[in-house]
């Protein structure tokens, strides 16, 4: 078990200081509207001038080097900073995937015009990104993508569908898993590769796909033999898995995966205080435990990555435990409406409840499901 | 010091490794000489004494950092209580009382207890391994004072001997037994909340090896022309083990680095109910994934298990601590949650 250790991080003076700098940012931002917490939002809610916003304020693209526009700190300073923003629900979903994971990708696998032309506009919070890995027939099973990168004479022609692409319709670029050769036998994990396609190119079409609850973020995006540049390619040709399961780490460790729905636990708290000291201080102390928990890994995590460590097993744990902690909790609100009806709670708190029973089977299937979680720790155990 | 307890645990694992085998966990009695050989061995290494003061013939190592010593004991499924000797130790060094040598148990549940005379009568209760020693120490408050009360020839009438579950423990009756110390205990020191730290990283312990025995146990055992460990049914439930397991170890090396203080309180509430619910999902999931052999007594399994069922019920289970995490949020101040988490 000693791989699976969460070492301690402890979180600096500088550390809180950045937190009350944030929060003070934020309690700013919601008294003078601009904006209502929202539950999901780093899915769900996404305000590009609220991004641009954060842009300035140094707090995106937090740790990418100083030459490319970033700011040099740590990916720490960077948890803090996100752990703020998804607790109060800000609107942060237009910036989150290129702030969290594409920009990293790009630094890490991307040439220096890639690097030169892309990140700077990441971290000024003006470039957005979808994830390109799932498709129509390759959901768990990634590794089975059909989309395909054929080598022409300027450069690739990419022909195939990807799906679920949240936020696409708003994004820039799209970095996408496709086949540029056959899978070996022995190994289907050979013969992918990444690329930066621009979502502006002719011939993408990106088509929304309206979720369960009717909101738009799902897209599928349909790459009709895209005519592109030579330098799209991402990192090495045929050494696509091994990025896209670095970028799955980044991805999956991060505290959105415990605090999308913390908006409604806060109010849920705050309305009914008074009645939770006589018949809920157990209900409030397991979600405290758990919440805690959560953190402390995830924290740990933001640490391994600041080590250039690769921490992809710890980061399913971090989801798996998340992903749990959020369904249970949702369960706990709703077991105590038999103190207080349901009826009876205030109409936004109601709102924000039913809201949140009807978005959280998705936690455990985006970024990875819960089956693929647990796969992805047993074969750590040895056990596949 | 970090090099110091490195090398302790090193020693400790070899003596370990050389006694303790299953057949030793079966017959538990102070006449047993193999019993008596181990207790030797691990006395000579100064490990009962690793977190008592220099002044005292102890290492004087703070007891939070000696926790991973706790886990490694454990996962041995020694069947001895050094765990229960460092940690009375500890509280006698600090309590300025010189411990003695040998096994020293303790207690804090008690009936009727008096002291008169420099002597106690009572009923002791729950109290492990009293058939190995002599030395006990009780935790009890007398006019809104923790006292350490050291007995050194502990003697009285036996009312229930329990070994229902791994460890032997025992509810005694004394009456006008010789105290042999009795000192105050300092402030900082809250013995439930120690007592609940040790408990949790016994379990840690016992769990590593449950997880291992129960990875090695798939691994080998064919059913259906298959190993266990390749139907993806067992492999979700063993990574199931793995998360509750993980979780805890995060709990407790916070303790570890941070030890215990007044602002964190909480974090050994959180570690008693991540270790006790963490104990409760992987005695089902082992005993699940074990078939019967799992449920012999010939088979190592069952005796962590048991320590597993005993352990998290001391010093407050879950409920209780997630009372006190909640109470202790609500009634004592009036931040928002999120202030109070961060």
């Known amino acids: 078990m000693s791989k699976f250790n969460f070492p301690f991080v402890k979180e600096t003076n500088e550390l809180s200081n950045l937190r009350k700098e944030v929060r003070e940012f934020i309690t700013t931002c919601i008294n003078n509207d601009e904006f209502t917490p929202s539950p999901d939002a780093w899915v769900f809610s996404a305000d590009p001038s609220f991004s641009k916003k954060l842009g300035s304020k140094g707090w995106l693209g937090m740790s990418f080097p100083k030459e490319y526009g970033g700011h040099q700190r740590t990916a720490l300073e960077r948890y803090v900073v996100t752990e703020e923003l998804l607790s109060s629900g800000a609107p942060v979903a237009a910036h989150w995937i290129a702030d969290r994971q594409s920009g990293s990708q790009i630094l890490r696998y991307g040439n220096e015009k890639q690097k030169s032309s892309i990140i700077p506009r990441i971290t000024a919070g003006k470039c957005f990104f979808a994830i390109g890995m799932s498709e129509p027939d390759s959901g768990s099973d990634l590794a089975s993508v059909k989309t395909k990168a054929t080598k022409t004479k300027n450069g690739w022609k990419l022909e195939g569908r990807k799906i679920w692409s949240t936020g696409a319709h708003l994004a820039h670029y799209m970095i996408v898993l496709a086949r540029t050769s056959s899978a070996s036998e022995k190994n289907r994990h050979e013969g992918l590769s990444q690329f930066l396609v621009d979502l502006s190119l002719p011939n993408v079409k990106i088509t929304g796909i309206p979720d369960m609850t009717g909101q738009r973020h799902f897209n599928e995006t349909l790459f009709d033999n895209v005519e592109l540049s030579d330098?799209?390619?991402?990192?090495?040709?045929?050494?696509?898995?091994?990025?896209?399961?670095?970028?799955?780490?980044?991805?999956?460790?991060?505290?959105?995966?415990?605090?999308?729905?913390?908006?409604?636990?806060?109010?849920?708290?705050?309305?009914?205080?008074?009645s939770l000291i006589h018949s809920g201080t157990k209900i409030v102390g397991k979600l405290i435990s758990e919440i805690q928990t959560l953190r402390r890994m995830s924290f740990s995590v933001a640490s391994m990555l600041q080590n250039d460590e690769s921490p992809e097993t710890q980061a399913a744990f971090v989801k798996e435990l998340g992903n749990k902690f959020e369904k249970m909790m949702i369960e706990t609100l709703r077991e105590f409406s038999n103190i207080v009806p349901l009826h009876e709670w205030p109409n936004q708190l109601q709102n924000l409840f039913e809201d949140a029973t009807l978005r959280i089977p998705s936690n455990s299937l985006r970024g990875g499901t819960t089956e693929i979680m647990k796969g992805i720790i047993a074969r750590q155990l040895g056990l596949r | 010091m970090i090099e110091e307890l490195e090398i302790i645990l090193e020693t400790t694992s070899k003596i370990l490794q050389k006694h303790v085998n299953h057949s030793l966990r079966q017959n538990i009695v102070s006449e047993n000489t193999d019993i008596l050989n181990l207790w030797n061995d691990i006395e000579k290494n100064g490990l009962p004494k690793i977190s008592v003061k220099e002044k005292f013939g102890g290492y004087e190592i703070p007891f939070f950092s000696i926790l991973p010593l706790i886990k490694i004991v454990n996962n041995h499924g020694t069947p001895l209580p050094l765990s229960e000797t460092i940690l009375s130790n500890y509280i006698l060094s600090e309590s300025d009382i010189n411990p003695p040598n040998g096994i020293v148990t303790f207690t804090t549940n008690t009936k009727n207890l008096q002291i008169k005379n420099n002597m106690i009568s009572g009923e002791l209760l729950s109290v492990p391994y009293l058939n190995l020693t002599k030395n006990l120490l009780i935790v009890h408050e007398l006019n809104n004072v923790k006292k350490a009360i050291l007995i050194d020839e502990i003697n009285g009438e036996i009312i229930n001997k329990k070994n229902f579950l791994a460890e032997p423990r025992y509810n005694i009756k004394v009456e006008n037994l010789n105290i042999a110390e009795i000192r105050p205990i300092k402030n900082s020191i809250d013995f439930n909340f120690l007592g609940a730290i040790l408990r949790s990283a016994q379990m840690i312990g016992a769990m590593e090896k449950i997880l291992d025995l129960s990875i090695n146990y798939c691994s080998e055992r064919k059913q259906f022309g298959r190993a266990l460990s390749k139907f993806q049914a067992i492999q979700h439930q063993i990574s199931e083990m793995a998360v509750e397991l993980s979780a805890s170890s995060a709990a407790l090396s916070t303790i570890t680095e941070l030890g215990l203080g007044e602002k964190n309180s909480n974090d050994a509430a959180i570690l008693k109910i991540r270790a006790g619910f963490a104990a409760g999902k992987i005695i089902a999931i082992s005993h699940q994934v074990h078939g019967a052999i799992g449920f012999t007594k010939e088979y190592e399994l069952s005796y962590f298990t048991k320590n597993l069922n005993s352990w998290r019920n001391d010093f407050g289970n879950e409920s209780f601590w997630e009372e006190f995490l909640g109470k202790k949020f609500l009634e004592k101040n009036n931040k928002n949650l999120w202030e109070y988490l961060t």
């Open chain 1, 231 to 274: 330098d799209s390619l991402l990192g090495e040709e045929g050494k696509g898995w091994k990025q896209v399961v670095g970028e799955l780490a980044l991805e999956r460790s991060g505290p959105e995966r415990f605090l999308s729905h913390f908006t409604l636990l806060d109010s849920f708290i705050n309305e009914f205080r008074n």
